[in-house]
Structure formats: structure tokens, C-alpha cells
């Protein structure tokens, strides 16, 4: 409201100059008043919550309260205006001589931008979607077509038409969904466009990356098999839920970065507790196709004296279960 | 490497898939031969009794007659056939052998220090007049790995009881020799003599095996002698005969009464087909037990010594022994000789559209039991042969690397640490593979390890074959030179040897033309 003579008052009844229907707020809370010097006053009366203050704030501030008055003390507030939080309510304070922000630019992200912007876009932007799909669909086939028998007849493929369309849809809906929940607007096809390339990469990963290491004659790579699909689904997991929350980017990112890192951290653990070692294999399975052989050949004799080491490896571990189990045992005696 | 796609695998369980009843059929025979607990373990669990079979000692004795037991002279009857004449006042030999031998025979049961219930029982016998009693190791491996936690009693046919100590036992050949705390009430029974090595029994000769079958009373089993069993790597005697659980440790004798063998397992896929242990083990157990001190501190120490022995002289005979050849056109694939091991084979039904392959196991069947859960001892050797020529590369390449993921290294365990695996491509003598060695040591044996070796062939891109070498409780030496050997036993085949490189051609000179 507009503020056309001081003292303010601000409370419950109605004889104040404004009136705040809010439980939480005292009949006669709070006084604005003008100072001799021109500053802004402000006085809180008889109130058992008081009156948060926030300063400075832009829109969309989060509000914080950085000071908080109890009743009967008193304030001056700064020219660049004030936030007030009275009881539930916010008031937000504005002087004549205040220092605007400047316009802020929509991103793209929140509904509404494509409108706008569509004359800005390229056909070649408009066909990236689709082809990344494509190229999803058919990497998918191509697997599927691996694992068939020749002759396989065409119920074979069913399983394929059906499990990769409707995946992706149940996917990109239940994210749709969470837009609609937070930013008031079913983004299907924005959810879409940003899943279907991070997906291409985790089927691309998953056939070619083993491969890869088997080539190469390299169990390290190949052991970081899995710690790489799970940081591209992280990605594909950020990306998404930064275009649900577009505000919220840097603590998206940092959330999605300690999920990841306590499912690895969980499976690390679960793989020494079984298998004694950072993966859940124990040798690298893959075996290379004869012509993309690129690795090493070593000789019988480093295999066999490579065994010694390994050896009093598990003689020391065997050793400390030992040790464990009779300390239980006499315990038990 | 297991295909599970397109064979039953025994070590992952049965999957059915749409091939012919005739295919399940022989995976069930194959699972059940060639996975089946050896012959020894089979015993392990079938012949010492299960603990809660809910007889209270004293029944053992109650289904005797109460005639008195007179040591009778051995019979000039000479009469070796089962059938007893009919004539009631003849007594069969049978009959007299048990009459004479009942003061020696005796149930042996490992109860729990606090409890009075069995967790074990066994039969025994006596084998000297100072009271010394043979059974089999298996009997009393709890009270072996456990002294503070279990005690050993024996209970005579007359329904006599007293405690046990073990003084020595062989678990290689499974004996362990006891003697009474109190020799008093076991004084004057006299013992089982041993029949002399130096005559040896013909095959077909009837003999009895005297035990107590499943707590239900004394019996007597008879059967024929088979002689020694074949392609076994320790020296086992074949008896024609029933022996049940409980059996375990009582002694089988010829016709004269005196010991032939111990009873040790039986097969519970046949019918009357077991085994018992022969008289020599025994004689060199008794030489070196008769002065021992009893056992009260956990026996792991002298387990791991015995095992270590065992595998060394295995590992010895088994590395010695060369590669018979596996019939494969293009590669030669170590198979091992049919001295001690027992080898089977199969392969993809004919009409299969997608991989074909042929696969080998071979086993041993001497596995030594440590304990209820532990089988060591022992080497297994297989492999299976990949044509992928009706797929294409790409798709042989998926199953085969599939199938080679599909092995079972372990996990940790109680018994055993995880596996820990080293790999590495070898082009030794000139075919390319992949090898890997995983081992695992075990908690309890210390310095004895599993080894697993893995081979696949790297060459052919249509076609493969993956080997597995198993070892079970052998040291690190004996684990390298298994590898070392087994390794050596992959090679191309005479004919598919890639072309050596040809010498470059010597230029001819030009004549110079005049």
C-alpha cells in the first residue's frame, strides 16, 4: 500500500493504518515513523513474536532475517528499503529514493522463453533431437540384434519395440511431472531433449567402453566400467532436475554430486566386505575381438612369478581373519 | 566358462531352456556325477549320522542278544558263500565273525562338552590289546578342530561307555587312532588282527563290514570284494556292499575275521557300491601313533602339514603326467590322462541354431574331507571348444566374452579369503590367449591356497576355446608350476600353425649382356 502520512501503524485491530489479518501478529505490533533527520524508524509495540528485518533485498530474495526485534525496541531502517516479517506476513518496504536493480533476463528454461524465441531458432536445432533418438533407438537395436540367435523370428525383437519407447516416456513423463509441480508447466519435450542425448552416451558406453579396455589390454579401464555409467547418469540426473528447479542450479549440482558419491562409496564398501577389492570382478571378462588386439603380450613367466606377491597378499589376509576368529573363539571359551 | 544360454551348467544351476528332453536328461547325470561330492564326502555326511537322531546311548545295545561272547577258534570251514547251509546248528560266517568280533567293535560319538547330544557318530574298533581304537578322521573331525568345545565317547555292543582321546590321525587317507581314558573296561577284549599284506584277496571273495548304521543297532553288511579302485590317486578299496551312514570307521573283514579295510564312504547315486580305507595307511598310522600324545589343542597345525604333503606329491604326479589331446581340429587344448581323473563330455545338440560347442570335466574322485564343509585336495580340469561359424564375429564375440565372465571364482567366506586374480595376455608358443589366475588362501591351512587358471583363445574370431584348471588346497609353488604346465598345454595344432615368415628371395644377378 502506499504510504501517505507518517506515523505508520501496523497491526490486527482495525484502527491501524495497516491492518494485517494474521493470528501471528499483535493488535498494535509496530510504528513507522519518519525522524527529523529524515530516517526511517521503526518501533516495535506490545508483541510476543516481534518483527523479523531483512535489508536490502532484491526480488526473489530468500529473505533471511538478519535482525530480529523484540518488543519495545527500536530501529532505523536503510534508505535501500527493508524486508518486515511480521507474524506469517512479509512486508516489503519502499522509499522513494531507492536504487533499482536492473532488468534481469528470463532464461530459457522457464516456460514461455520458446515463445519468444522461436524466430531465433535454427532448423538444424529443431532436428538434433530427433536424430540423437535415432541414433538411441538404433544403438539399442543393434545390441538387442547381438544377443539374437540367426533366424530369431520377430517376436524376438518385441521385447526391444517395446522396452525402449516406453522407458524413455515413463522417464521423461515422470520428470514432466515434476516440472508441472514446480514450475507450473508439463515440459515434456524439454525433459526429452535433454535426456535423450545423455542416454545415447550410457548405451554407448556400456557396449563400446569394455571393448575398449579389452583392446587395450587394460583391467584398470575396464574396472571403471561402472564408476563412469554412474557419473553419466548423474549428469543426465542434473540436467534434468536443474530444468525443474532452474533456480536452484548450484545446490542441484552439489546434491546430485554427494548422491553419486555416497552410491559409490556404499558399493566400494560392499565390494571389499565380499570380494577383498575395489570392483565386484575380480578379472577383467571381456575378451578383445582378434582384430582390434592392441594390448600387450607378455610372457608364462611373469604370469607365474607375478603369483608370489599376490600370495603373501592373501596369506596376510588370511592371517588376520585368523586372528579375528580366535579372538572370537576365546571369547566364546 | 559356463554358457548358460545354451548348456545347463552344474556350478550355476539348472536352467531349462526349449532343447529336448534327452539333453536334460544328461545334464542331470553329468550334474550329478561330475559335481557330486566325492565318494569320501559323500560319506562324510552319509556315514557319520545326523546329530539329531534321538537314540540315547544306551539303545545301541539293545537289539543284542544276550547270549554271552566266547572268543571262538577260527573255523576250518572254509566256506566262503553267503548262503548259510540249512542246517540250524551250523552257523554261517556271518555269524561267527560277528559273534567273535563283537567285544572289538564300538560306536564312537562326539557329543558337545555341555550336552550330552551327539554331533557326530561313527563306528570303531579295536585294534590292539592295549586299547587302541581305529575310526575314520571324518568321525571325529569336530572333536579334531574343536577340543575345548567337544569330547569323544565309545560305546561297546554290551552297552559299555567311557571317554575317548585322539592320539593321531591321517586325513589324507581318513584313520584316526583313539585310545579309551580308561583302559580298564575295554581290558580283555583282545583286538582285530590285520590280514597280511603278502596275501592279498581275490576279487568276488565275500567280506563283512561290521558297524552301527544310523544309531540303529550293531550290523553286519556283506558284500563282495572288487579290489582296488580304479583311476583313484589314493589307494581305495572297492567293496560290493551297502554302507550306510554311521558305518564309518568299523572294520570290514574277510572271512577269517581279520581286517581287510575300514569302512570309508559309500556312492549314494549307485547302489552298493563303496569304499573302504586299505590295511597299509593304517599300519604306518599305527607306527607313528601309538607313542603320541593326546590331542587337545585344535589340530590345524598338523591338518596343514598332512595337506601340504598330499598336494605336494599330487602336484608332482599330476605335473608329470603329459596332455592327452583333446580331438579339436584347430587348437590343441590340455586335457589331463585318465589315471586319476574321470572325464566326461558333451556337447550342443546338432540341429542348434546359435553357438555350437563341446565341453570336458574331469574330476578326480579322491577329495579329502576336513570338515563338514571343506572338500580340498584335489585338481579338476575342463573346457569347452566355441564354434560361432552360423553367427556372425559380432555375435560370437558377445557369448564368448560372456561365457568367460561366467566363472565362479568365490567370494570370502569362512573357510576362505575373496580371490584376488592376476591377468595377462601370453603368446608362449605362438597362439595367443588370455590367462588369468585367481587363488585364494584359506583362513584356517595356512599356506595352502585355491588356485582357479582360466584360458580363452584369442585368435579366432568366429571360433574359441576356454580352458579352466582348478586346484583345491595347494601351496604357492605347486599353484606355479599348475599354471606354468597348464599354460604350456595350449598350442595351435600341427597344421594350423601360422605360417612362419618366409626368408626374403635371394636377388638373382643379371646376366650382363655383351
Not at chain 1, 535489508?55 to 536503510?78: C, D, E, F
Not at chain 1, 532436475?241 to 546434491?255: D, E, F, I, M
Not at chain 2, 540303529?216 to 578299496?237: H, I, K, Q, W
Not at chain 2, 601340504?308 to 592327452?324: C, G, I, N, Q, S
Amino acid at each position: 500500500m502506499d504510504v501517505l502520512a507518517w506515523p505508520l501503524t501496523v497491526g490486527r485491530a482495525l484502527d491501524n493504518h495497516l491492518v494485517i489479518d494474521d493470528p501471528f501478529v499483535a493488535a498494535h505490533h509496530a510504528l513507522l515513523d519518519i525522524g527529523a533527520d529524515g530516517s526511517l524508524q521503526l518501533s516495535v509495540l506490545d508483541s510476543v513474536n516481534g518483527v523479523g528485518l531483512g535489508l536490502g533485498m532484491g526480488l526473489g530474495g530468500s529473505g533471511a532475517a538478519v535482525a530480529h526485534l523484540a518488543a519495545g525496541q527500536s530501529r532505523v531502517l536503510p534508505a535501500s528499503g527493508a524486508v518486515l516479517q511480521l507474524g506469517n506476513t512479509r512486508l516489503r518496504l519502499r522509499l522513494p529514493d531507492e536504487v533499482l536493480a536492473p532488468e534481469r533476463a528470463l532464461s530459457s528454461a522457464l516456460p514461455g522463453f520458446h515463445v519468444a524465441a522461436t524466430q531465433r531458432r535454427h532448423t538444424r536445432s529443431q532436428l538434433w533431437p530427433w536424430l540423437t533418438g535415432l541414433a538411441l533407438v538404433a544403438f539399442e537395436a543393434a545390441s538387442h540384434w547381438t544377443g539374437l540367435d540367426p533366424g530369431a523370428d520377430f517376436s524376438a525383437w518385441l521385447p526391444l519395440l517395446i522396452s525402449v519407447p516406453v522407458t524413455v516416456v515413463v522417464w521423461c513423463g515422470v520428470w514432466a511431472l515434476l516440472s508441472k509441480l514446480f514450475n507450473h508447466h508439463f515440459d515434456f519435450s524439454g525433459h526429452l531433449k535433454l535426456a535423450l542425448p545423455w542416454m545415447l552416451a550410457l548405451a554407448l558406453t556400456q557396449a563400446l567402453w569394455p571393448q575398449l579396455a579389452a583392446a587395450l589390454a587394460a583391467p584398470v579401464l575396464w574396472q571403471l566400467t561402472p564408476l563412469i555409467m554412474l557419473t553419466l547418469a548423474a549428469c543426465l540426473i542434473r540436467a534434468q532436475l536443474s530444468h525443474v528447479l532452474p533456480g536452484k542450479r548450484q545446490t542441484v549440482a552439489v546434491g546430485v554430486a554427494a548422491m553419486a558419491l555416497g552410491a559409490v562409496g556404499v558399493s566400494v564398501a560392499n565390494n571389499f566386505r565380499t570380494h577383498d577389492s575395489l570392483s565386484s570382478s575380480p578379472y577383467m571378462s571381456t575378451l578383445p575381438l582378434p582384430a582390434l588386439r592392441l594390448g600387450s603380450t607378455g610372457g608364462e613367466q611373469k604370469l607365474v612369478q607375478g603369483l608370489t606377491p599376490l600370495a603373501a597378499q592373501l596369506a596376510l589376509r588370511a592371517k588376520k581373519a585368523r586372528d579375528g576368529e580366535e579372538d572370537g573363539d576365546d571369547a566364546a571359551d | 566358462m559356463c554358457f548358460t544360454r545354451h548348456a545347463s551348467c552344474a556350478s550355476r544351476g539348472f536352467e531349462t531352456n526349449s532343447v529336448s528332453v534327452f539333453f536334460v536328461l544328461i545334464c542331470t547325470v553329468l550334474a550329478l556325477a561330475a559335481a557330486a561330492v566325492a565318494p569320501r564326502a559323500v560319506a562324510a555326511e552319509a556315514l557319520s549320522a545326523p546329530a539329531d537322531s534321538g537314540k540315547s546311548a544306551a539303545s545301541a545295545g539293545q537289539f543284542e542278544p544276550a547270549a554271552a561272547t566266547a572268543p571262538a577258534v577260527p573255523s576250518a570251514n572254509t566256506n566262503t558263500s553267503a548262503n548259510t547251509s540249512a542246517n540250524t546248528a551250523a552257523t554261517g560266517p556271518g555269524q561267527r565273525i560277528y559273534e567273535r568280533t563283537r567285544p572289538r567293535l564300538l560306536q564312537v560319538r562326539t557329543l558337545l562338552k555341555t550336552q550330552d547330544s551327539q554331533s557326530s557318530v561313527g563306528s570303531g574298533f579295536l585294534v590292539d590289546e592295549a586299547g587302541y581304537i581305529v575310526t575314520n578322521y571324518h568321525v571325529i573331525s569336530q572333536f579334531a578342530q574343536a577340543p575345548g568345545r567337544n569330547r569323544l565317547v565309545y560305546v561297546t555292543v554290551d552297552g559299555q561307555q567311557g571317554a575317548l582321546q585322539l592320539l593321531a590321525f591321517d586325513i589324507v587317507h581318513d584313520l584316526a587312532l583313539l585310545k579309551p581314558l580308561d583302559a580298564a573296561p575295554l581290558a580283555g577284549r583282545g583286538a582285530i588282527s590285520l590280514r597280511p599284506a603278502d596275501e592279498p584277496l581275490s576279487r568276488g571273495a565275500r567280506i563283512y563290514s561290521l558297524g552301527n548304521p544310523l544309531d540303529v543297532g550293531f550290523a553286519v553288511a556283506e558284500g563282495s570284494y572288487n579290489g582296488p579302485v580304479e583311476r583313484s590317486f589314493l589307494d581305495t578299496l572297492f567293496f560290493g556292499g551297502s554302507l550306510s551312514a554311521g558305518m564309518s570307521g568299523g572294520p570290514a573283514l574277510d572271512d577269517q575275521g581279520r581286517l581287510i579295510g575300514v569302512n570309508v564312504a559309500a556312492r549314494r547315486d549307485g547302489e552298493q557300491v563303496s569304499f573302504l580305507v586299505p590295511t597299509n595307511p593304517l599300519r604306518a598310522l599305527l607306527e607313528r601313533g601309538r607313542s603320541a600324545k593326546p590331542i587337545t589343542a585344535p589340530a590345524w597345525a598338523e591338518i596343514t602339514r598332512q595337506l601340504m604333503a598330499h598336494e605336494a606329491d599330487l602336484t608332482a604326479r599330476f605335473v608329470k603326467l603329459p596332455w592327452r589331446a583333446a580331438g579339436h581340429p584347430r587348437y590343441v587344448i590340455p586335457v589331463p590322462q585318465e589315471q586319476f581323473m574321470r572325464c566326461w563330455g558333451r556337447g550342443s545338440p546338432q540341429n542348434s541354431r546359435g553357438l555350437q560347442f563341446e565341453r570336458s570335466d574331469c574330476e578326480m574322485d579322491s577329495r579329502i574331507f576336513v570338515s563338514g564343509s571343506l572338500l580340498t585336495g584335489f585338481i579338476t580340469v575342463r573346457h569347452e571348444a566355441y564354434d560361432g561359424s552360423k553367427l556372425g564375429a559380432l555375435r560370437f564375440a558377445e557369448r564368448y566374452s560372456a561365457s568367460f565372465g561366467n566363472e565362479f571364482t568365490g567370494r570370502d567366506d569362512r573357510l576362505r579369503t575373496a580371490p584376488q586374480c592376476l591377468e595377462q595376455q601370453v603368446g608362449g608358443t605362438g597362439l595367443p590367449l588370455k590367462a588369468v589366475v585367481c587363488m585364494r588362501a584359506y583362513k584356517r591351512l595356512e599356506g595352502l591356497l585355491d588356485v582357479s587358471i582360466l584360458v580363452a583363445t584369442l585368435d579366432g574370431a568366429q571360433g574359441g576355446a576356454q580352458g579352466r584348471l582348478d586346484a583345491f588346497g595347494v601351496s604357492l609353488a605347486s599353484a606355479q608350476r599348475l599354471s606354468q604346465h597348464y599354460l604350456d598345454g595350449f598350442a595351435w595344432t600341427a597344421n594350423n600353425k601360422s605360417p612362419a615368415p618366409k626368408p626374403l628371395p635371394t636377388p638373382t644377378p643379371t646376366p650382363v649382356s655383351r
